[in-house]
Nanobody, 118 residues
């Protein structure tokens, strides 16, 4: 059993910052990657950022230079620092945990709402 608990969403004005956290617990072995996706109303879920184990981070073009993903391996926790937020960043943000080693299994958090509005 794997659980992902997210926190840190909320309402922020354009140009503001938020920090999301996601703590994973349970039967966690062979972490392939941790990351964040988001889904806005009427749109498909999209990758925001991810940290593969032993690899370099990946970011969506729309957030490069504004968002920073980081990971605390000892705590199985992933963070997303979001700066210079824009209204188009408004969405439900989902934490993702991908486990291996051979058959990939994806786990998702419950989602946290981020709203950027004045």
């Amino acid at each position: 059993q794997v659980q992902l608990v997210e926190s840190g969403g909320g309402l922020v004005e354009p140009g503001g910052s938020l920090r999301l956290s996601c703590a994973a617990s349970g039967s966690i072995f062979f972490i392939k990657a941790m990351g964040w996706h988001r889904q806005a109303p009427g749109k498909q879920r999209e990758l925001v950022a991810e940290i593969p184990s032993g690899g370099s981070t990946n970011y969506a073009d729309s957030v490069k230079g504004r968002f920073t993903i980081s990971r605390d391996n000892a705590k199985n926790t992933v963070y997303l620092q979001m700066n210079s937020l824009k209204p188009e960043d408004s969405a439900v943000y989902y934490c993702n945990l991908r486990l291996g080693p051979f058959r990939m299994r994806d786990y998702w958090g419950q989602g946290t709402q981020v709203t950027v509005s004045s």
